[in-house]
């Protein structure tokens, strides 16, 4: 009898064990939080914890050697003791300032710009929407980016900054942060791919609780994208293509590894610098272009120029070209906001799928014969 009893408690301690266990267990699953789906940009991921979420940005400048760690949770939240991050945000975010003109659209998206309240030169934004609360007087005017009147913007009180810089050490974002306003890098300039750029909405949405929408808008981009690139690549023809413009005798164009070249490439295009290695810009002289262009099929975003006239009056070298001659040039240097914001610079990385809609349309005019361009015009 006592042996049974004996084996019978041993059974009721290693059944409580494997329950203690199990517990841990499921403890240990729930507090490694679930990761938001991110399938095109390198920048940033999210993750939910349920009562508070993280944001990594590990690309906030080109060639950043820091990641930065940001803690979204609501008010009164008790974060786990060995959390380390970099700032800390309430949410849902109820006052918000930006300082791009790309951040403007995810907040329209997701309906939310009503929370915007301050942005350095108010005049480069060319959304109505936007506009209005300018003109209403319900978005500060903080100066320029670099240096922000932070006078202003301490007194307006956001609850978050996003922010962007070129590299580390800006001396603004310090001063606000030492002032208890939490400033926030946001790297989508940086991302190379269309796509990429534009799934930042999904890190605007975790700041309003609103990540399904995000990822729904940025979905039927996706979509739209993918399936206008695939109506190009149904097309044999594939015309060359000429990018850029000279300043100062020195020409700049995009490399072949760029944001710029990609659309060009999904609008099923030959790029004629698609060879390049980089990210950014090439700088090369006006010989070496015009022996390699100078029969170029199409010339697009010839930097500021909207006209012929100004680019012959800019350079006579102009007019060896090809795609001058037969008047193949287009530019997004014409569509302007109200206060002369260019759409382009705010609204392009947030819609890819009019980018390259808008290349289908001028490189082959066929394929959508109803379809009106948003940025890329004729020049006159």
Not at 86 to 112: A, C, D
Not at 179 to 194: F, H, L, M, R, T
Not at 219 to 244: F, H, M, R
Not at 335 to 345: D, M, P, S
Request: hydrophobic content about 35%.
């Amino acid at each position: 009898m006592k042996n049974i009893l004996f084996i019978l408690s041993l059974l009721i301690i290693v059944s409580c064990k494997e329950q203690e266990q199990g517990k841990k267990e499921t403890k240990k699953i729930a507090s490694q939080g679930k990761e938001v789906a991110i399938d095109y940009a390198n920048g940033f991921s999210i993750t939910n914890y349920g009562d508070y979420k993280i944001i990594k940005v590990n690309s906030p400048w080109p060639k950043a050697e820091e990641e930065f760690t940001y803690v979204l949770a609501e008010k009164g939240v008790e974060l786990p003791a060995d959390l380390s991050f970099n700032q800390r945000v309430t949410i849902p975010v109820e006052k918000m300032v930006v300082t791009s003109t790309t951040h403007i659209p995810s907040l329209e998206s997701l309906g939310v710009q009503n929370t915007l309240v301050g942005f350095p030169n108010t005049k480069y934004v060319s959304s109505k929407k936007t506009r209005a609360l300018i003109d209403e007087g319900k978005v500060k005017e903080l100066g320029k980016n670099e240096a922000i009147n932070t006078e202003v913007l301490l007194d307006i009180q956001p609850d978050v900054v996003i922010g962007f810089a070129m590299e580390s050490g800006n001396k603004t974002f310090n001063i606000i942060q030492k002032n208890g306003i939490p400033v926030i890098y946001n790297g989508d300039w940086v991302e190379a791919d269309p796509l990429g750029k534009a799934e930042w909405i999904k890190f605007f949405g975790a700041f309003y609780n609103k990540e399904d929408l995000a990822s729904n808008i940025f979905n039927d981009i996706e979509t739209s994208y993918n399936e206008a690139k695939k109506l190009a690549a149904s097309t044999k023809q594939q015309p060359s293509v000429l990018c850029g413009s000279m300043y100062k005798d020195v020409w700049y164009l995009p490399y072949g590894d760029s944001w710029q070249a990609k659309f060009i490439k999904d609008a099923h295009a030959k790029y004629i610098y698609s060879d390049t290695q980089g990210s950014g810009s090439i700088s090369m002289a006006f010989e070496s272009v015009l022996e390699n262009a100078q029969d170029a099929d199409f010339w697009i975003a010839p930097g500021s120029f909207t006209a012929y006239e100004t680019m012959t009056n800019a350079s006579e070298h102009y007019d060896k070209f090809e795609a001058f001659q037969k008047k193949e040039i287009y530019s997004y240097a014409g569509v302007l906001g109200e206060t002369g914001g260019a759409l382009y610079y705010e609204l392009a990385p947030n819609r890819p799928d009019l980018v390259l809609k808008d290349l289908i349309k001028i490189f082959h005019p066929d394929l959508l014969p109803n379809y009106e361009t948003t940025f890329f015009k004729p020049l006159d």
